[in-house]
């Protein structure tokens, strides 16, 4: 019998193979015992170690797998004397191993499903914003040419409505385009530009762009403070997206004469942007589901038109993708705050 530890030394005359099996009174499964005998065989041709690795079936009909590593020893004329080896049961790592080798084989198998699955969804979403985008703006181009009298003499009530076709029409592929970004974002076919930027260019940039829409809400929106030295490592068109996707949102949720306030400070080797806006806010079991995708709070409040629930989705794995962070703090009917981090240069 192996011992507790799984492991003993027996002496055996040199010879027969079955002599092993008998020691640990069991037998070795008929499958092994060709090449075990053979591998045997070969140990017993000089006195290098040998290393054994077979099946044997014990008096209750359990199977185990045993390591056995032996020894020829001869005496000075070299003939055989006896054989000396250890016998270890190694049932529990040979299980032990099949299974690390079936959760990879697993792995592999999810991974190139995944992977297949994901090119097949590109090459679908390629396709489709090509089918769609091209009847689309044949849509917007020939509303263009009624409204502007080409076809034939039109009515003011016709002017009106090919202007109205034409705001769907652009809505239609606005939808379609972020979509497509966010399909591209989770794929993970999103190619980061990262270099070393003043922080405070993209923010005064972002103001620029975003502050006629806030003007002409009634809100005030303004660069509270950045540090001019402060430096970070990021893609700077993608940190632009999501700064002026922030402020449009601001913009968005706030109502006449309130405040929304851009600043960034550095702590610990990060830079941390804030939109700070004075709005209608977000409840708090809200809060974690608005960087899902398609999540709108209120979309009553937001006249549906604008928006598709992906704007915070799409920039929070943006900014993931620059090892960055975006979180949100707010207060219903007093604002909210948004933070995006990002490595300081
Ligand atoms: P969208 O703005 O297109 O609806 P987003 O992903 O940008 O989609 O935002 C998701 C939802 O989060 C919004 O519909 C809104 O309910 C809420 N939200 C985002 N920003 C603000 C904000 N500054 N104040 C209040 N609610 C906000």
Redesign the pocket.
């Known amino acids: 019998m192996l011992d507790k530890r799984g492991a003993r030394i027996v002496g055996l005359p040199a010879g027969a193979l079955d002599d092993v099996a008998l020691a640990q009174s069991t037998a070795i499964h008929p499958d092994d015992l060709g090449a075990t005998q053979a591998a045997f065989a070969a140990g017993m041709a000089d006195t290098k170690p040998f290393t054994l690795e077979y099946r044997v079936i014990h008096p209750d009909g359990s199977v185990h797998n045993v390591v056995s590593r032996g020894i020829l020893i001869a005496d000075e004329t070299g003939r055989p004397l006896r054989v000396v080896a250890t016998n270890r049961d190694a049932t529990a790592e040979h299980h032990a191993a099949a299974e690390r080798e079936r959760i990879l084989a697993a792995e592999r198998d999810a991974r190139q499903t995944a992977e297949a699955a994901n090119r097949t969804k590109a090459a679908f979403l390629a396709v489709m914003s090509h089918e769609l985008r091209t009847p689309l703006n044949a849509i917007g181009g020939y509303a263009e040419l009624m409204q502007m009298g080409i076809r034939g003499p039109v009515t003011p009530a016709q002017v009106e409505d090919l202007g109205r076709i034409q705001a769907s029409q652009r809505h239609l592929l606005g939808l379609i385009s972020e979509v497509l970004n966010y399909a591209k974002v989770e794929m993970g076919m999103v190619q980061y530009d990262i270099i070393e930027f003043p922080l405070r260019d993209a923010l005064v940039l972002a103001e620029a762009l975003v502050e006629p829409q806030a003007r002409a809400r009634g809100l005030v929106l303004a660069v509270a403070e950045c540090p001019s030295d402060l430096t970070v490592r990021a893609d700077r068109d993608k940190v632009q997206q999501i700064l002026v996707?922030?402020l449009?949102?601001?913009v968005?949720?706030?109502e006449v004469g309130g405040h929304i306030a851009l600043s960034a400070e550095c702590s610990e080797e990060m830079a941390h942007v804030t939109?700070r806006?004075t709005?209608?806010?977000?409840e708090a079991d809200?809060l974690r589901r608005?960087?899902d995708p398609f999540?709108?709070?209120?979309?009553d409040?937001?006249r549906t038109a604008?928006?598709?629930?992906?704007?915070?989705?799409i920039?929070r794995e943006l900014a993931r993708g620059m090892n960055g962070e975006l979180q949100v703090a707010?207060e219903p009917g007093i604002?909210?705050v948004?933070t995006l981090t990002l490595p300081c240069a």
């Open positions: 996707n922030l449009y949102n601001a968005k949720f706030t939109v806006d709005g209608i806010g977000i809200q608005i960087f999540v709108q709070v209120r979309s409040l937001t604008e928006g598709t629930g992906l704007g915070l989705a920039s707010s604002g909210s948004f």
